[in-house]
T-cell receptor
Framework: AQSVTQPDIHITVSEGASLELRCNYS??????LFWYVQSPGQGLQLLLK??????LVQGIKGFEAEFKRSQSSFNLRKPSVHWSDAAEYFC????????????FGSGTRLSIRP | DAGVIQSPRHEVTEMGQEVTLRCKPI?????LFWYRQTMMRGLELLIY????????DSGMPEDRFSAKMPNASFSTLKIQPSEPRDSAVYFC?????????????FGQGTRLTVV
């Protein structure tokens, strides 16, 4: 069965520093890949998604992610974080054959140091 | 569109009572999902519907949980009887499979507390 692993439960970075959140998936084929963000008390908002084509995907709020097939990874990056980026970030996959069933990773909580 | 609308936003109930959570998906979307979020288990997919028909309910924890979608604009998730371990945030999401865009749009969630 497909799965998503986010190895970092909690990350703290300084405001203005760069950020990389890790995501690895397990699936036989290339799935659809997503990153969602959840602010406290809110629902999930899509940051970006990858279906095919260019492996570097641009999203909202200055985020980007790179799909690396050889590493089964889809890491999220941002060159310079802002205090408002503090939130929970979820990587998710949907299998190619059933793109509607989206499975989420356990999430990474991002804290920003002033 | 107002997005996915869930009600109530908060629900506190006593153990043994019936709880009904409601969801209105985005108009035109043909998939609807129910997720449960807890600290221990993260985001779990409970069940999803396509064109109002349940497709996969393998995530429903037990028979106390049931979900219906009587029409394209409304779905319910019912817990009867409720137990303290059901306390969680329940999210509804919808998506449209008409194209390759399978992005799911989430509601604000219902925070359920069973005491």
């Amino acid at each position: 069965a497909q799965s998503v692993t986010q190895p970092d439960i909690h990350i703290t970075v300084s405001e203005g520093a760069s950020l990389e959140l890790r995501c690895n998936y397990s699936y036989g084929a290339t799935p659809y890949l997503f990153w969602y963000v959840q602010s406290p008390g809110q629902g999930l908002q899509l940051l970006l998604k990858y279906f095919s084509g260019d492996t570097l995907v641009q999203g909202i709020k200055g985020f980007e992610a790179e799909f690396k097939r050889s590493q089964s990874s889809f890491n999220l990056r941002k060159p310079s974080v802002h205090w408002s980026d503090a939130a929970e970030y979820f990587c998710a996959v949907a299998p190619y054959s059933s793109a509607s069933k989206i499975i989420f990773g356990s999430g990474t909580r991002l804290s920003i140091r002033p | 569109d107002a997005g996915v609308i869930q009600s109530p936003r908060h629900e506190v109930t006593e153990m043994g009572q019936e709880v009904t959570l409601r969801c209105k998906p985005i108009s035109g979307h043909d998939y609807l999902f129910w997720y449960r979020q807890t600290m221990m288990r993260g985001l779990e997919l409970l069940i999803y519907f396509n064109n109002n028909v349940p497709i996969d309910d393998s995530g429903m924890p037990e028979d106390r949980f049931s979900a219906k979608m009587p029409n394209a604009s409304f779905s319910t998730l019912k817990i009867q009887p409720s137990e303290p371990r059901d306390s969680a945030v329940y999210f509804c999401a919808s998506s449209f499979r008409g194209s390759l865009n399978t992005e799911a749009f989430f509601g604000q969630g219902t925070r359920l507390t069973v005491v």
